[in-house]
Each structure stands twice: as structure tokens, then as C-alpha cells.
């Protein structure tokens, strides 16, 4: 699929500069690296349930992926989506390595996630289905293994940016929703299967913004990726902010508070910024956390306009 440009320009320039910066430093420390991709995990299982409903605690997702507890008081099924989503993830970083994604590798993500859930795992629908709230019903199952051979195409052969395609997988394979349930948790897999094939780090989708996610999914379905592809962009910016964290110094990750006291902005300020994705920041445990490289950026950003 072309680029269609639809990512706004200075997040894409934000990405851009923070990729190259990053692959300029690889390989990255083994530690580091591994203790961000063990709470880049813990967070994408957490997260991506609970915008489906699990009632799972991040603690307790975390004591259930990590320790194999199950939790007194909660469903088991909810025990069991956080241990096959966990388990989802690492298997798209192996599949990540091939050429292509194929139907074999959305089936085996399919299968990993509802492995004792559905008796389906892993496999297409066999039959037709409504979505509540959706603009769109999805299309009737005989035409669903030639829709996504379709998408598959275009996105592997895809010479567009890598972000944008991205979003654009996402948001066409949970419109076609291939599988009888589960498509939300396999396109938010999927798409970090195509960012992390293409250099870029794993994204993580909050519980938090569940309401913006499915506003802007709505907007695709009526013909306008761009708030879903920037939504997307967002989250990809975040992601390489944390990784280049790993290095500290200018890009070491700060509550903004502490960011503000050296600044000509006040915390309230930055946090509003922050919140519109003016400013590039980070929400760890519930609280904005921006770089000095960061607020430098944007300060430099602001003069440039005036």
C-alpha cells in the first residue's frame, strides 16, 4: 500500500528521529533490554484484556503470568487469557524473524490465545456474526480466507511507512474479523508482529484510552484511518521513548513535575501538552513522565513557530 502521509507530520518526524537514534546505538544493553521487554509483556497482557473485559488486577496479571498462581475469587477464564496472552506475545517475537506474515502465523497467534477458551483456536469462522456497536457487520465467512490472502498482500508487499501500515492492518483485520472471537487481542498482536519486523518496538494499547481506541477504530470503519494511525503513532512514539531511557542522561524518563522546575512551564502545562501529544511523554503507573531531551525538542518546536 503507498504512503498516504495521514500520521501527522511532527509526530512522524518525532518517530523518525527517535528510531534512528535508536538503531544507532544497537545492540542495546542485554539487561536492560530484558527488563523492558519483561514489563512490555506484563503491560500488553494486561492491558490488551482488560479493553475485552478481563477483570484481572495488574498485580495480579503479573502473579499469574510470572508465578502460574491462579487467583481465588476471579474467573479462571480470565487466569487463562492473561497466561495464553503472555504466551501470544513471545511467540510473535520468533515469528517476527520471517519474511512474511502468513494465515499459518495468524492461526498459531489465534491458537495460542484461546488455547482451552474456544474450541475453535486457531481456526477461521465457519460461521457469520454481528459486532454491538459496530457501523459495519463483517463480512459473510466464505469470503474470509480470500479477504485477509488480500490484506496480507498488500501489507507484506506494503513500500508505505511502517507505522501507518501498521494501523492499517490492524484496523482491516478486526473489520474483517476472521476469527469467532479473539480478533482484538490477535490485531493488537499482529500489529506489533508488523512494528517489531520493521525495527520498531513493541506498542502497548491502555485500558485507559479503550474509549479513544474504539472512537478512532469507528473512524476507520467510515473511511478514515487517520485518528487510528495517529492513535497508533502515539503509542509507537512512548515505546521508543522508553527503550532510549535505557541510556539515561538527556533521555532519561522524569515525572514532569521534576521536568518542570527547570523550565519556563509549569507541571499543568506540560501535562496538557502531553495529553494532546504535543509534548512526547510517557504514562507510567498513571503519571505523565517526559525526557529533557523532550521538553527541549518541543521548547525549540514552540520557537520555530513564532
Not at 124 to 151: C, W
Not at 162 to 170: D, I, N
Request: hydrophobic share 35%; charged share 30%; aromatic share 6%.
Amino acid at each position: 500500500m503507498a504512503n498516504t502521509d495521514i500520521i501527522r507530520k511532527e509526530l512522524l518526524e518525532r518517530i523518525e528521529e527517535k528510531k534512528k537514534r535508536l538503531d544507532s546505538m544497537r545492540p542495546l544493553p542485554k539487561d536492560a533490554l530484558r527488563r523492558l521487554h519483561e514489563e512490555l509483556r506484563l503491560l500488553h497482557t494486561h492491558h490488551s484484556n482488560a479493553i475485552e473485559g478481563n477483570t484481572l488486577t495488574l498485580s495480579e496479571t503479573k502473579l499469574v503470568v510470572e508465578e502460574g498462581i491462579t487467583i481465588g475469587g476471579k474467573p479462571l477464564k480470565d487466569c487463562l487469557e492473561a497466561r495464553n496472552t503472555a504466551n501470544a506475545y513471545d511467540l510473535i517475537e520468533g515469528l517476527a524473524r520471517g519474511r512474511k506474515i502468513t494465515h499459518e502465523a495468524l492461526q498459531k497467534i489465534h491458537e495460542a490465545l484461546t488455547r482451552g477458551i474456544l474450541e475453535d483456536a486457531g481456526r477461521y469462522r465457519t460461521k457469520n456474526v454481528r459486532i454491538t456497536g459496530a457501523i459495519k457487520t463483517p463480512p459473510n465467512f466464505s469470503k474470509v480466507a480470500g479477504l485477509m490472502d488480500r490484506l496480507l498482500n498488500r501489507v507484506n508487499e506494503s513500500k508505505g511507512n511502517a507505522v501507518e501500515t501498521s494501523a492499517f492492518l490492524h484496523h482491516n483485520f478486526v473489520e474483517i474479523h476472521p476469527f469467532s472471537d479473539g480478533n482484538g487481542r490477535v490485531a493488537r498482536l499482529l500489529n506489533n508482529l508488523h512494528l517489531i519486523r520493521h525495527g520498531y518496538p513493541p506498542i502497548v494499547l491502555r485500558r485507559e484510552d479503550r474509549a479513544k481506541y474504539y472512537k478512532s477504530l469507528r473512524s476507520a470503519d467510515a473511511g478514515n484511518l487517520a485518528p487510528f494511525a495517529n492513535f497508533i503513532a502515539r503509542a509507537v512514539d512512548e515505546s521508543l521513548m522508553q527503550h532510549l531511557s535505557i541510556f539515561g542522561g538527556k533521555d532519561e524518563l522524569l515525572p514532569l513535575k521534576e521536568v518542570a522546575r527547570n523550565s519556563p512551564y509549569s507541571q499543568e502545562y506540560l501535562s496538557l501538552r502531553a495529553r494532546q501529544g504535543k509534548l512526547a511523554a510517557v504514562k507510567i503507573n498513571d503519571m505523565w513522565h517526559t525526557s529533557r531531551r523532550a521538553l527541549e525538542e518541543y521548547t525549540l518546536n514552540i520557537s520555530s513557530q513564532r
